[in-house]
């Protein structure tokens, strides 16, 4: 008989726990569908304008910076060009 009243009393506790359970998954389903909206939206609208979705990193920042570094001392070294010989021109042909 008591365990009657066990199955009786969760029958009971899910019936009435059910509504709220759905109502729950359901505000948790709406509030995600429109997250999923907004945040494509978005990202479609930085993609057309040519912004970057997420910030740089700090390693993003620090792989620029010697970039940066690495294309000024390039662009500061004298540039030395090694002479160029066309052996053709050289060559005598006997007649």
């Known amino acids: 008989m008591v365990e009657l009243l066990k199955n009786f009393g969760k029958g009971?506790?899910?019936?009435?726990?059910f509504p709220f359970f759905?109502?729950?998954?359901a505000i948790f389903a709406a509030f995600g569908l429109i997250a999923f909206v907004f945040q494509l939206l978005k990202s479609i609208?930085?993609?057309f304008t040519g912004q970057k979705f997420f910030p740089d990193l700090p390693e993003d920042k620090q792989l620029k910076a010697l970039q940066a570094a690495?294309?000024?001392?390039l662009l500061g070294a004298p540039n030395q060009s090694t002479p160029q010989m066309n052996l053709d021109a050289l060559d005598v042909k006997k007649k």
Do not use: S, T
């Not at 690495?70 to 001392?73: S, V």
């Open 12 to 17: 009971i506790l899910y019936v009435i726990g």
């Open 22 to 25: 759905l109502v729950v998954l």
């Open 45 to 47: 609208l930085f993609f």
């Open 70 to 73: 690495k294309n000024e001392r």
